[in-house]
């Protein structure tokens, strides 16, 4: 769900959050608009404004774990999990991470990626919030959600800085509620980077 | 003998330091890793993380803190949060959309290329660079290059002496301020 549709209406931090992102037409490919949360990152008050928003949401929902997408979830997830007082799990590229590792494989547009998150980072029935800075086809978050289901963890949302809802209505991946803040915006505006 | 706030302090850094997980052979064989995850994993010992390096810059009007892929975005950005500043990510080649600035250096084992967002850092900006280890120094240094003049300190959680990073940040007349050694 947005979070505007989701008891956060007129929020003006919404729109500072909204505005603070930077949108490149036109990539990677025609009819694409990029949407660049490094400007978000150089507005201190629009940053605190994200965090404080999942945090909110996020704090009395008993939530052990925050699992961070590399690498942009790993900007979003460790404020949210210290601010929430959960561990703070790095789902990775391959080869990353050292030791054991279970691994999930995900389809690109061309090509495949994978994920990979340490063995034992996780204990069965923990309840978990994954975390990324964009939700566009889902198939990361798919890939996120299916690790940490191996490892026997509940997850109670993903939570996305920027989405399009999949199917408009649709707001689950594999069953998984999803919570986005903003829509992505279709044009830039006027600003000094 | 400690005051009780020394002793608390390095109690704390106890903590820290007893989460690490050293590897050996990897990346590569023959090499040993410092692992941070299970550091992660203790939401207390990860607080104490941040909080030292909050207490230590929150005072001193940092403007920018620079975070170094990848594990420098866990560390980076709660500290940006706590202490008002912004956070400036320096990516490995190709991530960042835009005019960048590009830097190669030499690692401990190989070389890479870090780039920072043109106009990301103005003049004025008192920096502090983020990462959550210092080895021979490579990375930093091409991250000072990058930001410019205006690096304040480097932060590291983790510090290898032997490598001796802190030499060669102090050749450039740069402090370092770091939590643990790992020898």
């Not at chain 1, 649709?170 to 044009?187: A, F």
């Not at chain 2, 030292?52 to 403007?63: A, L």
């Not at chain 2, 008002?84 to 070389?111: C, H, M, Q, T, W």
Request: proline content about 6%.
């Amino acid at each position: 769900m947005f979070a505007e549709e989701n008891g956060l209406f007129g929020d003006p931090r919404i729109k500072a959050i909204s505005d603070a992102i930077r949108v490149v037409p036109h990539f990677p490919k025609p009819g694409i608009m990029f949407q660049d949360i490094t400007t978000l990152l150089l507005d201190p008050k629009a940053f605190r404004y994200t965090i404080d928003i999942f945090v909110d949401r996020y704090r009395d929902k008993n939530i052990s774990l925050v699992a961070g997408v590399e690498a942009r979830g790993f900007i979003f997830g460790p404020p949210i999990a210290l601010a929430i007082g959960a561990k703070f799990v790095p789902l990775r590229k391959p080869r990353k991470l050292p030791g054991e590792v279970i691994s999930e494989a995900y389809v690109l547009e061309y090509g495949t990626d994978c994920l990979e998150m340490h063995v034992g980072a996780v204990q069965p029935g923990e309840s978990v919030l994954i975390v990324d800075d964009l939700v566009a086809t889902g198939g990361t978050l798919s890939a996120a959600i299916r690790l940490l289901e191996r490892a026997g963890a509940e997850v109670v949302e993903c939570a996305c800085v920027i989405g399009l809802p999949l199917v408009k209505g649709n707001w689950k991946l594999n069953g998984v509620p999803l919570y986005v803040l903003v829509e992505p915006r279709l044009d830039d505006l006027e600003r000094t980077l | 003998m400690s005051s009780g706030k020394e002793g608390e302090s390095a109690s704390r850094i106890n903590g820290i330091k007893s989460t690490l997980r050293i590897i050996s052979d990897f990346p590569k064989p023959g090499m040993l890793f410092s692992d941070i995850t299970p550091l992660l994993l203790d939401p207390k010992a990860f607080k104490d993380t941040i909080d030292f390096f909050v207490e230590r810059y929150k005072n001193e009007n940092i403007s920018v803190v620079a975070g170094i892929e990848s594990r420098g975005f866990i560390f980076g950005p709660s500290i940006a949060l706590a202490i008002g500043a912004k956070f400036v990510p320096l990516r490995k080649p190709n991530k960042l959309l835009g005019e960048v600035i590009s830097e190669n250096y030499d690692l401990e084992y190989g070389s890479d290329c870090l780039e920072m967002h043109v106009g990301a850092v103005t003049s004025g900006d008192r920096a502090l660079v983020v990462d959550d280890l210092i080895a021979t120094g490579g990375t930093v240094c091409a991250a000072m290059n990058l930001l410019g003049a205006e690096v304040v300190e480097c932060a590291c959680v983790i510090e290898v002496p032997v490598l001796k990073g802190r030499e060669r940040l102090e050749s450039r007349g740069k402090p370092l301020y770091t939590l643990v050694d790992i020898v």
